[in-house]
């Protein structure tokens, strides 16, 4: 103890010299070393690292107008705060007026308009303390708020889905409760965010807390310190099976009001080593959307409200990709798993890739179950080795393509469901690392063909099929399509059975699923009348040779929202539809009370869909769903004969987002169809 007293008395001699003589940051940062700071040094300090040190006044050019739309309730929260505070009454008139310049003359000169879940007046509440002048106030608080505060910090803003997707890394498990209990980050984290934990801890804890935090100067801390919380949290959350959303979510907000000042250097530790296991790439692919002031920031923030709403999972450069499978030391190091198909992999891909044929997924899940089981021994095997493609973090590579890749999404979505740790995607995919390492294939790339290489050749698109158009051939001979196909074959057939020889060596007693149908307890509702229930949950491993016709052959064109509005169309469920040869398209499934109808969404004309297919309901024979993937749903069409039995005449099958929801809905419609015509 007396040791610590000492250390403690050097630091902060050290530490009053340095400022004297007028040190830099760099300097405080080696001396401070991310450890709280005294009372007395701690205004100055501040003002260092947020560069706001003697920093001109700006209130020499307002205009002294409070006339704000919303200035009566900011004025009245400015006085809430006041008395809060307990100040003496001479003081409480002066602070108040104080606060309500600096909260105006921020308004104005960010163009923003003030509201009262902002959370600035959290912000200023431990800035109070520290006992600025008021020019020195207005400066430390708007670097805060600018430097430190994520943009779009709103209800279902893009810190929050950013949030969920380290939570999805580094806990799946965790994640997906919160998901299926429909608790997101911003039901929960919103204060956490736009306060720094101002709103939720007490001012010992917070003064702490920011002394390591604008020491470090990493924005990103935030949301490592959230996830710190929950993760710590875990167990207990995963308890809260039975509770209630509301319930929950009041659980989780108040997490950060049990930290103690004592906390703080053991919390923030945690919390860097956390980003130490996340892709680096996260800084680049959000600086400029959460926290960049550039007009190229504002671009980039338009350019991702769709991309951070919709991703899977984290994603990782190709530049940080190529560096991991070089550098030593602690950087985070990849497992890579190819998902282009056999063909394409076998003309090119990284040195320590393995391979997974995404379309196995489809096409034959027992050979996909094998191919997973043998990659996770191979990853295990290559970690106790310490081998060159040892890894924890799972990086998947796609083709870059977009109809290719929705099979490498499902992919990543059956690792995900499978709560596997440190799961993200190569950005650009196999396009993009070609592209980086155009320079210098030969080294870059194992078994790179040019002439078979769809990035090399463009024109020449490698199918299920083999080749289609016109290849470019590099040493300028002329080859017949057909003698192309013919080499080709023969090496990606003598390939082939060299990696499935190498992955059946890990194989241990993989046994197919059987197909069970729902029994009462799973809570689906009646079955049907006179006959068996409709709905199973299994691996169907009936193939797509089913007549896929409807109803109606012709395709009609028509308007999306206008069609889906129609008064008749009682639900519509976002999907992907999936055809017979395994090619996705995005759909809509729109239930009137008497059909289905399947609206395929036509790319090149916004907005605009084809009537790809109309059921009649009462054709609905059976709805399964597969075990694995229990968004993967189908639907089989035919009618029911005591005499004949049952016959299939068309099958649909779909990936559906809210497939429970989608499935439960339209066995309602089925009964009352049903019901109606006494069946």
Same mark, same amino acid.
């Given at each position: 103890?007396?040791?610590?007293?000492?250390?403690?008395?050097?630091?902060?001699?050290?530490?009053?010299?340095?400022?004297?003589?007028?040190?830099?940051?760099?300097?405080?940062? =080696?001396?401070?070393?991310?450890?709280?700071?005294?009372?007395?040094?701690?205004?100055?300090?501040?003002?260092?690292?947020?560069?706001?040190?003697?920093?001109?006044?700006?209130?020499?050019?307002?205009?002294?107008?409070?006339?704000?739309?919303?200035?009566?309730?900011?004025?009245?929260?400015?006085?809430?705060?006041?008395d809060?505070?307990?100040?003496?009454?001479?003081?409480?008139?002066?602070?108040?007026?104080?606060?309500?310049?600096i909260l $105006?003359?921020?308004?104005k000169?960010?163009?923003?308009?003030?509201?009262?879940?902002s959370?600035?007046?959290?912000?200023?509440?431990?800035?109070?303390?520290?006992?600025?002048?008021k020019?020195e106030?207005?400066?430390?608080f @708007? %670097?805060? *708020?600018?430097?430190?505060?994520?943009?779009?910090?709103?209800?279902?803003?893009?810190?929050?889905?950013?949030?969920?997707?380290?939570?999805?890394y580094?806990?799946?498990?965790?994640?997906?409760? !919160?998901? $299926?209990?429909?608790?997101?980050?911003?039901l929960? %984290?919103?204060?956490?965010?736009?306060?720094?934990?101002?709103?939720?801890?007490?001012?010992?804890?917070i003064? =702490?807390?920011w002394?390591?935090?604008?020491q470090?100067?990493n924005?990103?801390?935030?949301?490592?310190?959230a996830?710190?919380?929950?993760? &710590?949290?875990?167990?207990?959350?995963?308890? /809260?099976?039975s509770?209630?959303?509301?319930?929950?979510?009041?659980? !989780?907000?108040?997490?950060?009001s049990?930290?103690? %000042? =004592?906390d703080?250097?053991?919390?923030?530790?945690?919390?860097? @080593?956390?980003?130490?296991?996340?892709?680096?790439?996260?800084?680049?692919?959000?600086?400029?959307?959460?926290?960049?002031?550039?007009?190229?920031?504002?671009?980039?923030e338009a350019?991702?409200?769709?991309?951070v709403?919709?991703? !899977?999972?984290?994603?990782?450069?190709?530049?940080?990709?190529?560096?991991?499978?070089?550098?030593?030391g602690?950087?985070?190091?990849y497992? !890579?798993?190819?998902?282009?198909?056999?063909?394409?992999? &076998?003309?090119?891909?990284?040195?320590?890739?393995?391979h997974?044929?995404?379309?196995? /997924?489809?096409?034959?899940?027992?050979?996909?179950?094998?191919?997973?089981?043998?990659?996770?021994?191979?990853q295990?095997?290559?970690?106790?080795?310490?081998?060159?493609?040892?890894?924890?973090h799972?990086?998947?590579?796609?083709?870059?393509?977009?109809?290719?890749d929705?099979?490498?999404?499902?992919?990543?979505?059956?690792?995900?469901?499978?709560?596997?740790?440190?799961?993200?995607? #190569?950005?650009?995919?196999?396009?993009?690392?070609?592209?980086?390492?155009?320079?210098?294939l030969?080294?870059?790339?194992?078994?790179?063909?040019?002439?078979? #290489?769809?990035?090399?050749?463009?024109?020449?698109?490698?199918?299920?099929?083999?080749?289609?158009?016109? =290849?470019?051939?590099?040493?300028?001979?002329?080859?017949?399509?057909?003698?192309?196909?013919?080499?080709?074959?023969?090496?990606?057939?003598?390939?082939?059975?060299?990696?499935?020889e190498?992955?059946i &060596?890990?194989?241990? &007693?993989?046994?197919?699923?059987?197909?069970?149908?729902?029994?009462s307890?799973?809570?689906?509702?009646?079955?049907?009348?006179? /006959?068996?229930?409709?709905?199973?949950?299994?691996?169907?491993?009936?193939?797509?040779?089913?007549?896929?016709?409807?109803?109606?052959?012709?395709?009609? *064109?028509?308007n999306?929202?206008?069609w889906?509005?129609?008064?008749?169309?009682?639900?519509?469920f976002? #999907?992907q539809?999936?055809?017979?040869?395994?090619?996705?398209h995005?759909s809509?499934?729109?239930?009137?009370?008497s059909?289905?109808?399947v609206?395929?969404?036509?790319?090149?004309?916004?907005? /605009?869909?084809?009537?790809?297919?109309?059921?009649?309901l009462?054709?609905?024979?059976?709805?399964t769903?597969?075990?694995?993937?229990?968004?993967?749903?189908?639907?089989?069409?035919?009618?029911?004969?005591?005499?004949?039995?049952?016959?299939i005449?068309?099958?649909?099958?779909?990936?559906?987002?809210?497939?429970g929801? %989608?499935?439960?809905?339209i066995?309602?419609?089925?009964?009352?169809?049903?019901?109606?015509?006494g069946?």
């Open positions: 103890m007396a040791d610590e007293v000492i250390d403690d008395n050097c630091f902060v001699f050290e530490l009053e010299n340095a400022l004297k003589e007028g040190c830099d940051l760099g300097t405080l940062r =080696n001396i401070c070393k991310n450890r709280p700071l005294t009372s007395h040094l701690r205004p100055k300090i501040w003002q260092i690292c947020l560069n706001v040190s003697g920093k001109a006044d700006q209130f020499s050019g307002f205009d002294e107008l409070y006339d704000l739309p919303e200035q009566a309730l900011l004025r009245e929260d400015c006085q809430n705060l006041v809060k505070l307990g100040n003496e009454d001479e003081e409480k008139l002066s602070v108040a007026s104080d606060l309500e310049s $105006t003359l921020y308004c000169s960010r163009n923003v308009k003030y509201t009262r879940d959370g600035w007046t959290e912000i200023l509440q431990p800035l109070l303390a520290l006992r600025y002048s020019t106030l207005y400066n430390v @708007y %670097a805060i *708020v600018t430097k430190f505060v994520p943009r779009d910090c709103v209800h279902n803003g893009k810190p929050f889905h950013l949030f969920r997707l380290l939570l999805l580094h806990d799946p498990e965790l994640c997906g409760f !919160l998901d $299926t209990k429909r608790v997101s980050p911003d929960y %984290a919103y204060n956490w965010f736009s306060t720094l934990f101002a709103s939720h801890c007490d001012l010992k804890v003064l =702490n807390m002394d390591v935090y604008l470090l100067g924005q990103f801390l935030v949301f490592f310190m996830l710190v919380i929950l993760v &710590n949290a875990r167990d207990q959350l995963l308890t /809260m099976g509770d209630s959303k509301q319930d929950i979510i009041e659980k !989780l907000s108040s997490f950060p049990a930290l103690e %000042a =004592n703080i250097e053991d919390f923030c530790s945690l919390a860097q @080593y956390y980003a130490s296991r996340t892709p680096q790439s996260l800084r680049q692919d959000f600086y400029d959307v959460l926290f960049g002031m550039s007009l190229s920031s504002q671009k980039a350019d991702s409200d769709a991309s709403n919709q991703a !899977l999972c984290l994603t990782v450069s190709v530049e940080e990709l190529l560096q991991s499978q070089v550098a030593v602690d950087c985070i190091r497992f !890579l798993i190819d998902c282009r198909p056999a063909e394409q992999y &076998n003309v090119g891909h990284l040195p320590t890739a393995f997974l044929d995404a379309n196995l /997924m489809l096409q034959s899940p027992s050979e996909f179950a094998t191919a997973v089981q043998a990659l996770l021994a191979t295990e095997q290559a970690i106790n080795s310490n081998a060159l493609t040892a890894g924890e799972l990086c998947f590579i796609g083709s870059g393509r977009e109809q290719e929705q099979y490498t999404f499902m992919v990543i979505a059956h690792f995900l469901q499978r709560h596997s740790l440190f799961v993200s995607v #190569c950005a650009g995919g196999y396009s993009a690392i070609h592209n980086t390492l155009q320079d210098n030969n080294v870059g790339l194992t078994d790179h063909q040019p002439r078979f #290489c769809i990035v090399c050749n463009v024109d020449s698109v490698i199918n299920q099929n083999g080749y289609d158009g016109y =290849n470019i051939c590099h040493d300028g001979q002329e080859e017949s399509l057909i003698n192309k196909f013919e080499k080709f074959s023969s090496v990606f057939k003598s390939k082939s059975a060299i990696v499935k190498k992955m &060596n890990y194989i241990k &007693n993989e046994q197919a699923q059987a197909e069970r149908h729902v029994s307890s799973d809570k689906v509702g009646k079955r049907y009348r006179n /006959m068996a229930s409709v709905f199973s949950i299994g691996d169907d491993e009936e193939e797509f040779e089913k007549s896929q016709s409807s109803d109606d052959e012709q395709r009609e *064109v028509v999306v929202g206008t889906t509005g129609r008064a008749e169309v009682k639900s519509v976002e #999907c539809e999936v055809t017979h040869s395994g090619f996705m995005q809509f499934l729109c239930v009137t009370d059909h289905l109808y609206l395929r969404v036509i790319k090149d004309q916004k907005g /605009m869909a084809w009537i790809q297919s109309r059921r009649m009462g054709s609905i024979l059976k709805i769903s597969k075990k694995r993937h229990p968004e993967f749903i189908t639907f089989k069409y035919g009618s029911n004969n005591p005499e004949a039995g049952i016959a005449t068309a099958i649909d099958r779909f990936i559906i987002a809210k497939a929801e %989608a499935t439960k809905f066995k309602q419609q089925i009964m009352k169809v049903l019901e109606a015509s069946t």
